[in-house]
Protein backbone atom coordinates (compact mmCIF):
# COMPACT_ATOMS: atom_id res chain seq x y z
CA UNK A 1 0.00 0.00 0.00
CA UNK A 2 1.16 3.27 -1.22
CA UNK A 3 2.34 5.60 2.32
CA UNK A 4 -0.66 8.41 2.81
CA UNK A 5 0.00 12.05 0.42
CA UNK A 6 1.13 14.75 2.60
CA UNK A 7 -1.98 16.90 1.07
CA UNK A 8 -4.88 14.48 0.17
CA UNK A 9 -6.41 15.30 -2.72
CA UNK A 10 -9.76 13.98 -3.41
CA UNK A 11 -12.65 14.39 -6.83
CA UNK A 12 -16.57 14.14 -6.29
CA UNK A 13 -17.43 13.20 -9.32
CA UNK A 14 -20.85 13.03 -11.02
CA UNK A 15 -23.31 14.27 -13.35
CA UNK A 16 -24.51 17.38 -11.21
CA UNK A 17 -27.32 18.21 -13.49
CA UNK A 18 -28.08 20.21 -11.36
CA UNK A 19 -26.55 20.34 -8.49
CA UNK A 20 -28.75 19.73 -5.36
CA UNK A 21 -28.46 20.50 -1.38
CA UNK A 22 -27.59 16.80 -0.94
CA UNK A 23 -25.01 17.22 -3.13
CA UNK A 24 -23.80 20.39 -1.24
CA UNK A 25 -23.82 18.96 1.84
CA UNK A 26 -21.49 16.58 0.84
CA UNK A 27 -19.28 19.41 -0.68
CA UNK A 28 -19.19 20.85 2.81
CA UNK A 29 -18.15 17.38 4.19
CA UNK A 30 -15.41 16.78 1.61
CA UNK A 31 -13.85 20.26 2.08
CA UNK A 32 -13.71 19.86 5.98
CA UNK A 33 -12.08 15.73 5.28
CA UNK A 34 -9.73 16.37 2.20
CA UNK A 35 -6.90 19.38 1.53
CA UNK A 36 -8.26 19.87 -1.72
CA UNK A 37 -11.81 18.80 -3.42
CA UNK A 38 -12.15 18.83 -7.00
CA UNK A 39 -16.10 18.35 -8.02
CA UNK A 40 -15.66 17.36 -11.67
CA UNK A 41 -18.63 16.85 -14.09
CA UNK A 42 -18.39 13.90 -16.28
CA UNK A 43 -19.02 15.14 -19.83
CA UNK A 44 -21.09 12.20 -21.06
CA UNK A 45 -22.51 12.69 -24.56
CA UNK A 46 -24.54 9.51 -24.14
CA UNK A 47 -27.03 11.40 -22.08
CA UNK A 48 -29.40 14.30 -22.79
CA UNK A 49 -28.74 16.70 -19.93
CA UNK A 50 -30.97 19.45 -19.39
CA UNK A 51 -28.00 22.06 -18.90
CA UNK A 52 -24.70 21.93 -20.61
CA UNK A 53 -21.70 21.14 -18.62
CA UNK A 54 -20.47 24.93 -18.82
CA UNK A 55 -23.43 25.73 -17.70
CA UNK A 56 -23.22 23.16 -14.50
CA UNK A 57 -19.78 24.20 -14.45
CA UNK A 58 -21.21 28.01 -13.55
CA UNK A 59 -23.43 26.77 -10.95
CA UNK A 60 -21.25 24.44 -8.98
CA UNK A 61 -18.83 27.62 -8.83
CA UNK A 62 -21.40 29.84 -8.08
CA UNK A 63 -22.21 27.40 -4.68
CA UNK A 64 -18.91 26.66 -3.95
CA UNK A 65 -16.78 29.97 -3.96
CA UNK A 66 -17.35 29.94 0.28
CA UNK A 67 -15.31 26.96 0.00
CA UNK A 68 -11.37 27.90 0.16
CA UNK A 69 -10.08 24.39 -0.89
CA UNK A 70 -12.81 22.99 -3.53
CA UNK A 71 -12.57 23.81 -7.28
CA UNK A 72 -14.77 22.72 -10.44
CA UNK A 73 -13.54 21.11 -13.31
CA UNK A 74 -14.76 18.68 -15.89
CA UNK A 75 -13.63 15.49 -17.01
CA UNK A 76 -14.17 12.77 -20.24
CA UNK A 77 -12.85 9.23 -20.22
CA UNK A 78 -11.80 7.22 -16.93
CA UNK A 79 -12.69 8.52 -13.52
CA UNK A 80 -9.45 7.24 -12.37
CA UNK A 81 -6.99 8.72 -15.13
CA UNK A 82 -9.17 12.09 -14.46
CA UNK A 83 -8.07 11.84 -10.59
CA UNK A 84 -4.18 10.88 -11.16
CA UNK A 85 -4.26 13.95 -13.75
CA UNK A 86 -4.86 16.12 -10.55
CA UNK A 87 -2.69 13.60 -8.16
CA UNK A 88 -5.70 12.62 -6.13
CA UNK A 89 -6.05 9.89 -4.44
CA UNK A 90 -9.55 9.55 -3.16
CA UNK A 91 -12.88 10.00 -5.40
CA UNK A 92 -16.00 11.17 -3.31
CA UNK A 93 -19.40 9.46 -3.66
CA UNK A 94 -22.40 9.98 -1.62
CA UNK A 95 -24.55 7.43 -0.68
CA UNK A 96 -27.98 7.95 0.41
CA UNK A 97 -29.99 4.67 0.72
CA UNK A 98 -29.35 0.46 0.43
CA UNK A 99 -30.58 1.11 -3.37
CA UNK A 100 -27.27 2.82 -3.63
CA UNK A 101 -24.70 0.95 -2.69
CA UNK A 102 -24.92 -1.85 -5.32
CA UNK A 103 -23.75 -0.08 -7.76
CA UNK A 104 -21.33 2.07 -5.75
CA UNK A 105 -19.64 -0.97 -4.65
CA UNK A 106 -19.43 -1.90 -8.49
CA UNK A 107 -17.81 1.20 -9.26
CA UNK A 108 -15.95 1.88 -6.35
CA UNK A 109 -14.06 -2.00 -6.71
CA UNK A 110 -13.45 -1.39 -10.80
CA UNK A 111 -11.59 1.84 -10.05
CA UNK A 112 -9.68 0.07 -7.52
CA UNK A 113 -8.91 -2.82 -10.04
CA UNK A 114 -7.95 -0.33 -12.72
CA UNK A 115 -5.88 2.14 -9.92
CA UNK A 116 -4.93 0.64 -6.73
CA UNK A 117 -3.70 3.52 -5.45
CA UNK A 118 -6.94 5.21 -5.50
CA UNK A 119 -9.60 5.08 -2.87
CA UNK A 120 -13.53 5.70 -2.85
CA UNK A 121 -14.93 7.26 0.45
CA UNK A 122 -18.25 7.50 0.83
CA UNK A 123 -20.03 9.85 2.94
CA UNK A 124 -23.58 9.96 3.82
CA UNK A 125 -25.49 13.92 3.61
CA UNK A 126 -27.82 14.83 6.44
CA UNK A 127 -30.77 12.57 6.02
CA UNK A 128 -33.07 15.44 5.83
CA UNK A 129 -31.50 15.45 1.74
CA UNK A 130 -31.68 11.70 1.34
CA UNK A 131 -34.74 11.64 -0.84
CA UNK A 132 -33.35 14.15 -3.24
CA UNK A 133 -32.03 13.60 -6.65
CA UNK A 134 -31.36 15.86 -9.35
CA UNK A 135 -33.90 13.70 -11.35
CA UNK A 136 -36.50 14.27 -9.09
CA UNK A 137 -35.70 17.65 -8.52
CA UNK A 138 -36.34 17.99 -12.12
CA UNK A 139 -39.17 15.99 -12.97
CA UNK A 140 -41.10 17.83 -9.48
CA UNK A 141 -39.96 21.30 -11.42
CA UNK A 142 -41.35 20.65 -14.44
CA UNK A 143 -44.45 19.19 -13.23
CA UNK A 144 -44.75 22.79 -11.33
CA UNK A 145 -44.06 21.59 -7.83
CA UNK A 146 -42.15 23.46 -5.02
CA UNK A 147 -38.49 22.41 -4.95
CA UNK A 148 -37.25 25.03 -2.43
CA UNK A 149 -34.73 23.87 -0.18
CA UNK A 150 -34.26 21.08 -2.36
CA UNK A 151 -31.65 23.02 -4.35
CA UNK A 152 -30.06 26.38 -3.82
CA UNK A 153 -31.63 29.26 -4.84
CA UNK A 154 -29.55 30.13 -7.92
CA UNK A 155 -30.01 26.72 -9.17
CA UNK A 156 -34.05 27.07 -8.81
CA UNK A 157 -33.69 30.55 -10.76
CA UNK A 158 -31.47 28.83 -13.53
CA UNK A 159 -34.64 26.19 -13.45
CA UNK A 160 -37.03 28.75 -13.60
CA UNK A 161 -35.63 30.56 -16.72
CA UNK A 162 -34.63 26.98 -18.09
CA UNK A 163 -37.88 25.99 -18.44
CA UNK A 164 -39.73 29.05 -19.50
CA UNK A 165 -37.15 28.92 -22.47
CA UNK A 166 -38.71 25.79 -23.45
CA UNK A 167 -42.00 26.85 -22.93
CA UNK A 168 -41.73 29.84 -25.33
CA UNK A 169 -40.00 27.07 -27.97
CA UNK A 170 -42.68 24.76 -27.74
CA UNK A 171 -45.49 28.01 -27.70
O1 LIG B 1 -23.84 11.52 -10.97
P1 LIG B 1 -23.62 10.15 -11.53
O2 LIG B 1 -24.27 10.03 -12.90
O3 LIG B 1 -24.07 9.09 -10.58
O4 LIG B 1 -22.02 9.93 -11.72
C1 LIG B 1 -21.51 8.76 -12.32
C2 LIG B 1 -19.99 8.90 -12.56
C3 LIG B 1 -19.67 10.17 -13.31
C4 LIG B 1 -19.28 8.91 -11.24
C5 LIG B 1 -19.55 7.64 -13.38
O5 LIG B 1 -20.40 7.47 -14.47
C6 LIG B 1 -18.11 7.73 -13.87
O6 LIG B 1 -17.18 7.74 -13.10
N1 LIG B 1 -17.92 7.80 -15.20
C7 LIG B 1 -16.62 7.96 -15.83
C8 LIG B 1 -16.23 6.78 -16.69
C9 LIG B 1 -15.56 5.71 -15.84
O7 LIG B 1 -14.53 5.91 -15.24
N2 LIG B 1 -16.22 4.55 -15.79
C10 LIG B 1 -15.78 3.44 -14.99
C11 LIG B 1 -16.20 3.65 -13.53
S1 LIG B 1 -16.52 2.14 -12.80
Known amino acids: MPPKPPKVIAIYPGSFDPITNGHLD???RGSRLFDRLIVSILRNESKQPLFS???RMEMLREVVQA???VQVDCFDGLLVDHAA???ATVLLRG???ISDYEFELQMALMNRR???GVE???LMSNEAYSFISSRL???VFGLGGNISGLVPATVEARLRRRLSQRQTKGA
Do not use: C, D, G, M
Request: aromatic content about 8%; proline content about 4%.
Open 26 to 28: LIQ
Open 53 to 55: VEE
Open 67 to 69: YAN
Open 85 to 87: AHS
Open 95 to 97: IRA
Open 114 to 116: LRP
Open 120 to 122: TVF
Open 137 to 139: VKE
